[in-house]
T-cell receptor
Framework: EPEVTQTPSHQVTQMGQEVILRCVPI?????FYWYRQILGQKVEFLVS????????KSEIFDDQFSVERPDGSNFTLKIRSTKLEDSAMYFC?????????????FGQGTRLTVV | EDKVVQSPLSLVVHEGDTVTLNCSYE??????LLWYKQEKKAPTFLFML????IEKKSGRLSSILDKKELFSILNITATQTGDSAVYLC??????????FGGGTRLMVKP
């Protein structure tokens, strides 16, 4: 069964460092997302990506964040200068084909710990 | 702003019990409501609901949507210890993102 894969599963970084979280969405999907979940809190939307550009982003997704689809398979989230409050589980998700109303499939997540 | 509220926050039952999880919402432009199960890491998809009154069923799990009263329920019958998880309700609006509720943590004891 196709799945969304994320690497690494856990990353520890020092405050102020840049991190890149990687995702390989399901191959025929067209919509890609990043969500995050701070420990004990809700899953929160960060950004959606379609047709090689950001289609929507939340208030959380400020100038410290960027996304990229550098080739035909990877989808990355970069945090330029990490802060302690960026510590969270980051989930990548992908969705459908051209039908808008399909479910999103989530990866297993990357646990980011900023120290 | 879209809003999703789930209740109860947590629930402890014994194997064989039936549980009902609730999700109420406020939305500007409704597209669908989804239920996910989150065990240790990734939310895994359970149901997507778009129309009122039509029950979706998968084994012991079922779900229904009421678009007039703006809520959905997820039922689990004959619960098993493997059902222990956080159950997430999420709203898909006319934009391109999911708004999640805070989840219901279900613990099923043997």
């Amino acid at each position: 069964e196709p799945e969304v894969t994320q690497t690494p599963s856990h990353q520890v970084t020092q405050m102020g460092q840049e991190v890149i979280l990687r995702c390989v969405p399901i191959s025929n999907h067209l919509y890609f997302y990043w969500y995050r979940q701070i420990l004990g809190q809700k899953v929160e939307f960060l950004v959606s990506f379609y047709n090689n550009e950001i289609s929507e982003k939340s208030e959380i997704f400020d100038d410290q964040f960027s996304v990229e689809r550098p080739d035909g398979s990877n989808f990355t989230l970069k945090i330029r200068s990490t802060k302690l409050e960026d510590s969270a589980m980051y989930f990548c998700a992908s969705r459908g084909d051209r039908v808008m109303n399909t479910e999103a499939f989530f990866g297993q997540g990357t646990r980011l710990t900023v120290v | 702003e879209d809003k999703v509220v789930q209740s109860p926050l947590s629930l402890v039952v014994h194997e064989g019990d039936t549980v009902t999880l609730n999700c109420s919402y406020e939305v500007t432009n409704f597209r669908s409501l989804l239920w996910y199960k989150q065990e240790k890491k990734a939310p895994t998809f359970l149901f997507m609901l778009t129309s009122s009154g039509i029950e979706k069923k998968s084994g012991r799990l079922s779900s229904i949507l009421d678009k007039k009263e703006l809520f959905s329920i997820l039922n689990i019958t004959a619960t098993q210890t493997g059902d222990s998880a956080v159950y997430l309700c999420a709203l898909n609006n006319a934009g391109n993102m999911l708004t999640f509720g805070g989840g219901t943590r279900l613990m099923v004891k043997p």
